[in-house]
Structures are given as C-alpha cells and as structure tokens.
C-alpha cells in the first residue's frame, strides 16, 4: 500500500495567498488524503477562506484552530498533530507546491524505505509565478547551501534524492 500523505499549512491570519498554496495541494498528481490548515490567530479570513474552497478542492480541507501567541513551532505542531496520515508534506502559506509534489514523495519513500524525511527541490518565483534568475533567487546565497547540492536537488536525510527517478 502507498504511503498516505497529509499536506499540512500552518498560517497566522494570513488568507492573502492561502488559497494558492490550497489549490496547488488539491491539484496535485497524486492527491493528498487531507490538507489541513492550522490558524493560530483570530482573524476571520482565515476561516472564511477555508471554508469556501471546501467547496471547490475535491480533498477533505480541515481547518484548526491553535492557541494564539505560542509562536510559529507551536503552530505547526498544532498542525502536524492534527493530521492523520503517516507522511505529512509540509507547505508554508506563501507558497505553493508543483504538480507532482505528493507523486515525487511517495515515490521516493517507495523506493527507499529508510527515509525518515525528505524535501524536494526549491524553486523562487515572483508574484506572478515567473521563476526567478538563480542571481537574483536569495535560496542561492552561501548562507542557505545546505537547501541542496549545486543543482538544488532535494534530499532525505542522510540520503541523497537527487538520483530518485520522477
């Protein structure tokens, strides 16, 4: 059976591009279990927002509501608590994700069964989704390397991924 994903987006009142970051997980190649979207504000758009995609994502959409003021960790072990899948893919509110994320994870845990978590690769893109110049991408600077090799090709840890075939 194949490893079950939940993608799991934890915000602070931010709406603004949460519904990108939805879409891109309810659209994916390989669908997720649930996505679930942890708020640990009392803004209202975050609600509103969660609630009508519900009705446009074909993917549960869970919305949970954690203590305000514990910061961002708590926030998102808020949210990763709240899932129910073994894998959780986990995806910021401000960004979104490639067509085949999902597919590209559970590929990889298929194929190498020692993974205990991976990330794929980054790519910086402008506000109208235009893939930015590696010169001008500050993922590049020496101070983030460590995000993956000379390729930005992701990897699990203490496993290389960048040979796993998509």
């Known amino acids: 059976m194949p490893p079950s994903v939940s993608v799991s987006i934890p915000t602070h009142g931010e709406a603004t591009h949460l519904r990108v970051a939805i879409t891109s997980a309810a659209k994916q190649t390989r669908l997720p279990v649930e996505i679930v979207v942890s708020d640990d504000s009392r803004s209202r758009s975050v609600l509103n927002c969660v609630e ?20 961002l960790a708590h926030n998102v072990n808020c949210c990763f608590d709240a899932a129910v899948c073994e894998w959780l893919c986990f995806l910021h509110d401000d960004d979104f994700l490639a067509e085949n994320a999902v597919e590209f994870l559970v590929s990889s845990l298929q194929q190498e069964t020692s993974i205990v978590a991976a ?44 040979n796993v075939s998509e």
Request: one cysteine or more.
């Open 52 to 71: 009508e995609m519900k009705e446009e994502v074909h993917v549960p959409l869970r919305l949970v509501h954690c203590d305000t003021g514990n910061g």
């Open 119 to 162: 990330f794929g690769k980054q790519v910086v893109v402008d506000a109208a989704g235009v893939e930015l110049a590696q010169e001008s991408n500050p993922l590049q600077s020496a101070s983030s390397a460590h995000w993956g090799d000379e390729n930005n090709q992701g990897h699990g840890l203490g496993r290389d991924l960048s």
